[in-house]
């Protein structure tokens, strides 16, 4: 499994077969160049999608037309994209899992919100999820933009994942010292890697107090470089 952070929230990731290109965030990226946005969707073969805030969607269906690919999320949203917005797309919800010809993908809780604005107003995007990716002998769990919430502690025991990415910049979602909290107190991760962070002022700057909050737990904290590639 290859998992290359493309800055805040957005993932490419490669496995078993596969490259699934995770709530891509191109346009207005302050943290992804734009003479590397190529690399970044070259031979993305899926989209996964968590929420609609701009962050994570504002790219999704022209990324869905320009390559061809199919967008996989929350069943209502995917329902009236399949409907309105001529992309290819894979519905299901929270317990369910899907096979993506290699990776399995379970959607998940998430504890956020999912809204955009309209012409109209506000509307909502379905709900806010994560998933947990399995492939090439790993168990992901993608948190998604996310606070603290009880959910952990069946995902933790029911899937196992031995990777976490963990939103973590605070604010709008968990902060450092709250994804350690959750790291220890209901997985048992190999390695954690955060993300949402960094991006904009008002978030965190640093992974120093998730760094120092699993000191001694075994668990391995990798905090991503945008475009280097993570072998797990």
């Not at 992804?32 to 805030?53: F, K």
């Not at 690919?69 to 409907?83: C, F, N």
């Not at 955060?194 to 904290?221: K, W």
Request: aromatic share 8%; net charge negative.
């Amino acid at each position: 499994m290859k998992i290359i952070w493309l800055g805040h929230g957005s993932f490419r990731i490669e496995v078993a077969g596969k490259t699934l290109l995770i709530d891509p965030w191109l346009s207005g990226n302050p943290a992804l160049p734009e003479d590397r946005h190529g690399d970044a969707i070259a031979g993305a073969t899926h989209i996964l999608l968590t929420h609609t805030h701009f962050d994570h969607v504002v790219d999704v269906l022209p990324l869905a037309r320009k390559l061809g690919i199919p967008v996989a999320g929350q069943y209502d949203l995917m329902s009236h994209w399949a409907e309105h917005e001529g992309v290819e797309t894979i519905g299901f919800n929270k317990g369910g899992t899907v096979d993506l010809g290699g990776p399995k993908v379970s959607m998940v809780p998430a504890s956020h919100s999912s809204t955009f604005p309209t012409a109209d107003g506000l509307r909502s995007g379905g709900s806010e999820v994560g998933y947990v990716i399995e492939g090439d002998g790993r168990t992901l769990y993608l948190s998604g933009d996310t606070g603290l919430m009880a959910d952990m502690d069946w995902i933790g025991d029911y899937h196992k994942p031995d990777i976490g990415i963990l939103s973590a910049g605070g604010h709008f979602t968990m902060d450092m010292k709250q994804a350690a909290y959750a790291a220890k107190r209901y997985f048992r991760f190999k390695a954690v890697i955060p993300c949402h962070y960094g991006t904009f002022p008002i978030l965190e700057q640093s992974a120093a107090d998730l760094i120092a909050g699993l000191e001694g737990t075994g668990t391995q904290v990798i905090e991503p470089q945008v475009m280097q590639p993570i072998e797990v």
